[in-house]
C-alpha cells in the first residue's frame, strides 16, 4: 500500500504553494488564513467572530488580530450585533467581496485546469472520495483541527 501520509504530504504542499501565489489581488497580498476568514465569512449569513474563529478551529486571540488587520486593509468591517451589543457581527466590505470573489475565481481556475487532466469518471471519483474522506475526518475522534495562526 502506498504511504498515505505522503500522499496527503504532497498534496498539501501542491495546495499551500497554490495559496501562496494565488492570494495577490489588485496589489493587496491575502495570506491562506486570511483567504479562509474572507471565504468563512462570504459564505456563512451575518457571522459573529466567535462562529468565524470556530468554523476555522483558530482561538479567538489570533482570530482577533487577523480580523483587526483585514479591517486596517478596508476588506472586512465589524458592526455589533443590534440585539446583543457584546457580539459583533463580521461582514466583506466592497472591496473585501471583489478580493474573496476574485480568489474564488483563480481557485476554480486552478481546479478546472487540474480536473481538465481526467476524465469526467475520474473526476467524479475524485470529489466523491474527497466527500467520503471529509465525511469521516468530521467523525474522528482525533479531529486534526490545527489552529491558525
Do not use: W
Not at 21 to 35: A, H, P, R, W
Not at 57 to 81: A, M
Amino acid at each position: 500500500m502506498e504511504n498515505v501520509r505522503e500522499l496527503f504530504q504532497i498534496m498539501t504542499r501542491r495546495f499551500g504553494f497554490l495559496n501562496k501565489n494565488c492570494c495577490s489581488v489588485g496589489g493587496c497580498e491575502i495570506s491562506l488564513i486570511q483567504s479562509h476568514i474572507l471565504y468563512e465569512i462570504d459564505h456563512q449569513h451575518k457571522p459573529s467572530i466567535q462562529q468565524v474563529a470556530e468554523a476555522l478551529g483558530t482561538d479567538i486571540t489570533t482570530f482577533s488580530r487577523q480580523i483587526q488587520s483585514l479591517i486596517k486593509i478596508n476588506l472586512v468591517k465589524k458592526t455589533p450585533d443590534p440585539d446583543d451589543r457584546r457580539v459583533y457581527i463580521l461582514s466583506l466590505t466592497t472591496e473585501g467581496k471583489y478580493v474573496a470573489t476574485t480568489i474564488d475565481e483563480q481557485m476554480k481556475e486552478y481546479l478546472n485546469e487540474v480536473f481538465s487532466h481526467m476524465n469526467d469518471f475520474e473526476k467524479e471519483t475524485v470529489l466523491r472520495s474527497i466527500k467520503l474522506l471529509n465525511d469521516a475526518m468530521a467523525k474522528s475522534s482525533q479531529c486534526c483541527t490545527t489552529p491558525l495562526g
